[in-house]
């Protein structure tokens, strides 16, 4: 059974960070390119980050570049999200993604809140 699983969110003042982890099971890992999404409240999903399967290809949403980094640990099956000089507008639900056999699989996601 495919399982991603989200962790790491929580409460940060504007300025702070955050390390969001993404532990999935049941697939090949090393075979897929991954991805963060975010879904802040009353707005449509968004593609913030999105790693290739080597961890080489790296690609970023314009507003984190700079601030954010997507990292995989493909021996662990881990991919992470490593939110630096958050801002208000980071806040929403962070959703781990991956495309395979042409379904999205999504994990629960994880809260994060930045306050002023």
């Known amino acids: 059974q495919v399982q991603l699983v989200e962790s790491g969110g929580g409460f940060v003042q504007a300025g702070g960070s955050l390390r969001l982890s993404c532990v999935v099971s049941?697939?090949?890992?090393?075979?897929?390119?991954m991805s963060w999404y975010r879904q802040a409240p009353g707005k449509d999903r968004e593609v913030v980050a999105s790693?290739?399967?080597?961890?080489?290809?790296?690609i970023y949403k314009d507003s984190v570049k700079g601030r954010f980094t997507i990292s995989r640990d493909n021996a662990a099956n881990t991919m992470y999200l490593q939110m630096d000089s958050l801002k208000f507008e980071d806040t929403g639900v962070y959703f781990c993604?991956?495309?395979?056999?042409?379904?999205?699989?999504w994990g629960q996601g994880t809260q994060v809140i930045v306050s002023y």
């Open positions: 993604y991956v495309l395979m056999n042409y379904k999205d699989v």
């Open positions: 790693i290739g399967d080597t961890g080489l290809s790296r």
């Open positions: 049941g697939f090949t890992f090393s075979d897929y390119r």
